[in-house]
């Protein structure tokens, strides 16, 4: 087959394959950049594109930005490359500008409600698959009875979240260390006599915290009045950013943000669907991992999040989620409003799997509890 | 041409092989395409694969200096790149002070002195870029220090030049074969991911960890040696903590012929059991070693 073609044009045939495959990669999740396209170009022109190997494994190196896209590149680089009768497993693919005639989709699990089918065999403890789709009442939101305590506690909360000390250091008027290149720069007034010292101390930054708020059906009790705790931390702190979760997470931070009650109600209406659904913390959690936490979560962030543990999905998911999620933040504390009640244990599925990850688990049923234990929660964050 | 590269690429591995480091293909044109296009290399993957040996070995091969920066959590500019040296230079205007002879000239020659590149003390970043011949420069474990630096770094792999205020830009001399290793402790940025090239090290296979073994113990035993690599393979397999790196491995290596342990069976569960500190480093995964298992492990190699 080979010998029937020119050498030339089989360069670039292949050539015109390879421009198009960091596109069929970023449709597949990977983090590739419009830049990569010449660049693989260039590495390929270097390395020769005739080679399945080396070609294999330059571009490995150079399209792959972390683990998981490693081990899936082996995979879609056959399903580019290789002519549809000779890959052995059909790719993943979610996005038409990179599907192969001949391929065999699967069907990709979107995590938005449709039931697994091993689900049916486990026990349902006290939340469901099914979203609501009906609509949410949320004129609670900004009910006036406890507005007062609720903004009265956040504003403590806000005040006593005492900024973190980091390693860093900057310029301050008393410190621990001299700042040897801010005194000599200040001695030249002097003429070299380095009168007024200059000194450093550790900086300190207040953490940034990400509200992770469950609003389902087994949490019907909670939710309004943790939303209400959301909406008043918010207007204390800048860097508050909340969201809430069912079996998918949808980010609220804008519609709590909005001074006036009724569009603040409204935009929570547009945003609410499967308000008081099923739970599914673990995938949940995996689609902040996936499309937030990048953004949002770094070694500064405490992630508070606020559910009852009764999960529907796979605990391994919760578990797995909750150590990637870890990983990136520096705290990650969970407010539990069961855990006050007498003989209670963290024995949901969720709850228990997500008990050797957490940092701090805290009662939160209502406005005293969590007063209570305010202390705690400012002791796990620092 | 294709058969060049392919034949670059078996010579890299020999030379690799020839200083001690056994690496596979795809690691190998890795570090022939970083060379090609300038760009750092990016290596992630556990603990004790092997990280960091890449470095020293590609030194080593290309016969050129290792710089190394050891990351750590509060790590800075000056700690980085460089640092004025403030000593020397209050020494300098104390000096200037007491010199009757000096006019005015003079002076500001001097004082612009001061900044120049006599007082600066060059930290490894900067020393890098400043070398004749090109170094290799090992970022190693990239994870600890903070995102701050990660931006600093940025800078510097993206243009190879550094911005000294008092100084002016300093530009590479030399672009130096940049490796970062990180363990995953954190999360790196996607705008540092993007810069490199990447390349994940994975626990190697048993064929892999026996080349490794026999090149780094020789004197153990072929038949020994494969035992070793056997064991520590299903060692790796158990869930544990913490696993075994080849480090361990060739620890554990040295202390079973330390012993005089010349084969793994079940009867020498207990000589064996003396010698596992070597290979597993946590008490949790200690109490999951009792006797039977052991015996268990070794009558299967």
């Not at chain 1, 896209?69 to 979610?94: G, H, I, Y």
């Not at chain 2, 064996?272 to 298992?293: G, H, M, N, Q, Y």
């Amino acid at each position: 087959m080979l010998s029937l073609v020119d050498a030339p044009t089989l360069d670039a045939l292949a050539a015109a394959r390879l421009t198009g495959f960091p596109g069929f990669l970023r449709a597949n999740g990977f983090a590739v950049g419009g830049g990569d396209a010449v660049q693989a170009v260039q590495a390929a022109q270097r390395v020769g594109l005739l080679d399945p190997h080396i070609l294999r494994w330059s571009l490995q190196a150079l399209l792959c930005g972390r683990c998981d896209e490693w081990r899936r590149f082996d995979e879609l680089f056959d399903a580019w490359f290789l002519p549809p009768n000779q890959w052995t497993q059909p790719a993943v693919r979610d996005a038409g500008g990179g599907t192969l005639a001949g391929g065999n989709p699967k069907p990709r699990h979107t995590g938005s409600g449709t039931n697994d089918d091993d689900d049916e065999v486990r026990p349902h403890i006290a939340a469901s698959h099914d979203e609501v789709l009906s609509s949410t009442d949320f004129r609670a939101l900004t009910e006036r009875d406890h507005a007062l305590d609720i903004e009265a506690l956040m504003r403590r909360f806000a005040r006593q979240l005492k900024h973190i000390r980091l390693r860093r250091e900057s310029r301050a008027r008393h410190g621990r260390r001299l700042d040897l290149q801010g005194t000599i720069r200040r001695s030249v007034a002097s003429g070299g006599t380095p009168f007024q010292l200059l000194w450093k101390d550790r900086r300190r930054v207040r953490p940034r915290l990400v509200l992770l708020l469950d609003v389902s059906r087994s949490m019907t009790l909670y939710s309004f009045f943790y939303l209400r705790l959301a909406r008043a931390l918010s207007a204390e702190l800048a860097d508050v950013h909340s969201f809430i979760f069912h079996t998918r997470v949808t980010a609220v931070t804008q519609a709590l943000r909005e001074p006036d009650p009724w569009r603040a109600q409204e935009q929570l209406h547009l945003i609410a669907q499967g308000w008081a659904g099923g739970t599914r913390i673990g995938d949940s959690l995996v689609q902040f991992n996936r499309e937030h936490a990048p953004r949002l979560v770094h070694s500064r962030t405490a992630v508070i999040i606020l559910s009852d543990g009764y999960d529907t999905g796979e605990p391994q998911i919760l578990s797995e989620a909750l150590v990637a999620l870890r990983r990136r933040a520096r705290r990650i504390v969970w407010l539990n409003p069961l855990c006050r009640r007498p003989g209670y244990a963290p024995v949901a599925q969720g709850m228990a799997a997500a008990l050797p990850h957490l940092d701090l688990l805290a009662p939160g049923a209502d406005l005293a509890s969590i007063a209570a234990v305010l202390p705690n929660i400012i002791d796990a964050l620092h | 041409m294709i058969a060049e590269r392919m034949l670059e690429v078996a010579e890299l591995q020999d030379e690799l092989a020839g200083a001690g480091y056994i690496a596979e293909r795809p690691l190998v044109s890795a570090l022939l395409l970083m060379q090609d296009l300038g760009r750092p290399l990016l290596l992630e993957g556990d603990a004790g694969v092997g990280k960091t040996e890449v470095a020293k070995v590609l030194a080593a091969v290309r016969k050129t200096r290792l710089i190394r920066l050891q990351c750590y959590e509060g790590l800075d500019a000056h700690a980085a790149m460089y640092e004025w040296n403030y000593q020397r230079q209050l020494l300098a205007i104390k000096l200037l002070e007491h010199d009757d002879r000096a006019n005015l000239k003079d002076l500001a020659q001097k004082e612009q002195d001061i900044f120049s590149e006599r007082y600066l003390l060059a930290r490894p970043l900067l020393e890098a870029i400043r070398c004749e011949v090109p170094p290799v420069l090992l970022i190693d474990e990239v994870d600890r220090a903070d995102e701050a630096f990660e931006a600093y770094l940025l800078e510097l792999l993206s243009d190879f030049q550094l911005s000294i205020p008092e100084l002016g830009t300093v530009r590479a001399t030399s672009i130096p074969l940049v490796v970062i290793t990180s363990n995953g402790t954190r999360e790196l940025s996607d705008a540092l991911r993007r810069r490199c090239l990447y390349q994940y090290i994975d626990y190697p296979d048993h064929a892999k960890e026996l080349a490794i073994v026999r090149k780094k113990a020789p004197t153990a035993e072929a038949v020994l040696a494969q035992q070793i690599v056997a064991f520590v393979q299903s060692v790796r397999r158990m869930a544990l903590q913490k696993k075994p790196g080849i480090a361990e491995t060739l620890d554990w290596t040295a202390a079973l012929l330390r012993l005089g342990i010349t084969t793994l069976d079940k009867d020498g569960a207990e000589r064996i059991l003396e010698t596992l500190s070597a290979l597993i480093k946590t008490r949790d995964d200690r109490a999951a070693f009792p006797p039977a298992v052991v015996a268990r492990l070794a009558a299967a190699c």
